[in-house]
């Protein structure tokens, strides 16, 4: 496949070097009006604009933390993700598509959760194999027969699409994966919004950029319309494990943009089969919780007894229907990468149409015949736990040394069920600020879409993009920034 950058036309060869570009390709008709105002900025003026951002970031105190790094203290150490300033633009029609997909494929896995902790339609049909459901360590029994309001069970969904080029030199677009649990980043695409206005306001006013900024609003909307039956005016928190955890800034962030509580586990108590805060003013009866915590600690007295993060009653209460959790306990088995090729039968068995956004080619190393195609082509392919996530626990065939492949080799002979593959991608690119210039890097998008009482989201997303030069990893922890991401309303 030949790289798809989305800036430049392709010209039927890869004429693109990883540190610099060949301006004299056409560039793409929405990126036009961008790559004319781009041209006549000097290297300076980018320079300071990156500086500056940097510096308010740092003050804002965007930060995530590093769990394998330690300071001095030997504590997380905290660090900004990268922010680049050439956006990711796409045109609406494109966008359009994108939005048809993922209302597609959310609907149909929140049909998938519940059909699983109810009738299991989907499994005495054979078109997903029970054992790969009910054996999942994702899998929640404690679930069967509970009812949720609207059959909702996430909320909250990142999906994560990237775009490679095809035979044609042409773009197509692959779900790469579901992130239905507690999905992160929302925060950073609202702030990178929030700097580019800064930075660059001319911009806004040249190009029909859509809003983002409306996005707490709509998951303040989201989470109101779960609440329980018996809440007239549901209290809404988000419920955090703490300071140290690595999303923390976004946990406080969306508390404050939607105007709610942010709480711990030790600010909730249950009492009569109901959920309340302790507040200055006495307890408060709290309906729904946004939750960004996993499932194994948020009830002490159901998952994990020695966790001090949760609430001792939580799970009771959620099950009684008094307090809503988003996303619900047990979604992680939706989401978990053993489950993911299935995702375009459930579309055609809940739904009745075809997938509008494919998967990408995956092999199942539980069954013989990839697994012999796995090992066999390992060099050439990328691996990744069933259950892994961050960049972590994956091989990248071909960027990885013989040795690392044959340690893969071992784990994947002791434990094929849990891993995947999938052939390598050439992501596509997009340009971006490096130290040498505009130089293109690899990207993917995280739109966020919500379910309430309809399926939508704001016409964006977070792209995140690989800073290393020839890196497919996206992810923050591995060294990953962010990109605004730009969808043209006309």
């Known amino acids: 496949m030949h790289p798809f950058d989305e800036m430049y036309e392709s010209t039927g060869q890869s004429s693109t070097r990883a540190d610099a570009y060949d301006t004299g390709r056409p560039v793409r008709p929405h990126y036009r009006a961008y790559a004319n105002w781009l041209n ?25 933390a590093v769990y394998g790094d330690k300071d001095e203290e030997g504590t997380g150490t905290e660090r900004l993700i990268p922010f680049d300033l050439i956006p990711r633009v796409i045109p609406a029609a494109e966008w359009a598509m994108l939005e048809r997909g993922l209302v597609q494929r959310v609907t149909a896995l929140n049909r998938f959760l519940h059909d699983i902790y109810h009738d299991q339609e989907i499994l005495k049909a054979g078109v997903v194999p029970a054992g790969q459901v009910l054996n999942n360590k994702q899998y929640r ?61 001319h911009l806004f006013f040249s190009h029909r950029v859509a809003p983002v900024a409306h996005y707490p609003d709509l998951l303040l909307e989201t989470l109101r319309a779960s609440s329980p039956s018996t809440a007239d005016d549901p209290t809404v928190v988000v419920m955090t494990p703490g300071m140290y955890n690595s999303a923390y800034f976004e946990h406080a962030f969306l508390a404050q943009q939607m105007g709610v509580e942010l709480v711990e586990g030790q600010d909730l108590f249950v009492k009569d089969g109901f959920v309340f805060m302790r507040t200055t003013r006495g307890p408060q009866r709290v309906d729904v919780i946004y939750r ?3 499932d194994d600690f948020l009830d002490p007295l159901v998952f994990r007894p020695s966790s001090t993060l949760g609430c001792p009653g939580l799970l009771q209460s959620f099950q009684e229907g008094r307090v809503t959790i988003c996303n619900a306990v047990g979604t992680g088995v939706a989401d978990d990468k053993s489950i993911y090729p299935y995702v375009p039968k459930m579309i055609q068995f809940y739904l009745g149409e075809a997938p509008i956004l494919h998967n990408v080619p995956t092999y199942m190393c539980h069954n013989p015949n990839d697994l012999a195609y796995v090992m066999a082509n390992l060099k050439d392919l990328v691996v990744k736990e069933v259950h892994g996530a961050g960049g972590y626990g994956m091989l990248i065939g071909p960027t990885s040394t013989k040795a690392e492949i044959e340690d893969f080799r071992k784990a994947i002979e002791a434990h094929p069920e849990g891993y995947i593959a999938q052939p390598t991608l050439s992501l596509s690119s997009c340009p971006t600020h490096v130290d040498s210039g505009v130089a293109p890097r690899h990207i993917d998008l995280r739109p966020f879409v919500l379910s309430g009482k309809e399926v939508q989201l704001v016409c964006g997303g977070l792209t995140r993009v690989a800073l290393k030069e020839g890196s497919l990893v996206v992810n923050s922890s591995q060294g990953g920034g962010t990109k605004d991401t730009w969808v043209l309303e006309d």
Do not use: C, W
């Not at 000097?42 to 500056?52: D, I, T, V």
């Open 40 to 64: 006549q900025q000097s290297a300076e003026l980018m320079r300071s604009r990156k500086e500056e951002a940097e510096v308010i970031f740092r003050r804002v105190g965007i930060t995530f």
């Open 141 to 201: 029994s404690i679930m069967k027969g509970v009812d949720l309001p609207g059959q909702i069970y996430s909320h909250i969904s990142g999906i994560d699409i990237v775009r490679a080029g095809n035979a044609a030199g042409e773009g197509e677009y692959f779900v790469l994966e579901d992130n239905l649990r507690v999905p992160s980043g929302v925060s950073y695409m609202l702030e990178n919004r929030k700097m580019m206005m800064r930075l660059f306001p």
């Open 292 to 294: 960004r915590i996993d």
